[in-house]
């Protein structure tokens, strides 16, 4: 069974209404993180950034506005299947890219392939890794 996706598409980073140019991401989704997706931003002269998020919100950010957090998915067109805008925000910086919605649902649909919607929590350990998770975190804020 494969263990990952990996896809590469080009987004627009949109600078300004004026200001916009093309940079390529990589999306990734691995089993041993179910919920998840990657992408990795290729900035002309910066190193690549990761930006980790769940998948589902990719999904549903192709339809409809979503996220709360630092991460909000909407289609630019609510009418119809269109562009998809993300916006990445850190503190009050904040950057804007299109993708187009086609590569994205491809995308969506291969890593639905190797673990389906709604099947992630069947996926290995999750309550496991989980727990160890919480526990580095709890040890972490206990030793500062």
């Known amino acids: 069974m494969r263990e990952s996706v990996q896809a590469e598409v080009m987004m ?25 997706v990657r992408m990795t931003f290729h900035l002309p002269g910066d190193a ?11 999904l549903d950010g192709i339809n409809a506005p979503t996220g709360d957090g630092d991460v909000h998915i909407s289609p630019s067109d609510p009418s119809g299947l269109s562009d998809v805008h993300l916006r ?12 187009g ?9 291969r890593t639905d392939k190797i673990v389906p919607l709604g099947q992630e ?10 727990d160890d998770a919480l526990g580095r975190i709890l040890a972490e804020e206990n030793a500062g």
Request: aromatic residues 14%; negative net charge.
């Open 48 to 58: 690549p950034v990761t930006w980790t998020f769940g998948r589902e919100l990719l």
């Open 88 to 99: 990445l925000q850190v503190g009050a910086d904040s950057a804007l890219f299109r993708a």
């Open 101 to 109: 919605s086609a590569p994205l649902i491809a995308f969506l649909d």
């Open 12 to 36: 627009s980073f949109l600078v300004s209404e004026e200001l916009s140019f093309r940079i390529p991401v990589e999306l990734g989704y691995e089993v041993s993180d179910p919920y998840a």
């Open 121 to 130: 929590r069947s996926q290995g350990d999750f309550d496991g890794h989980l």
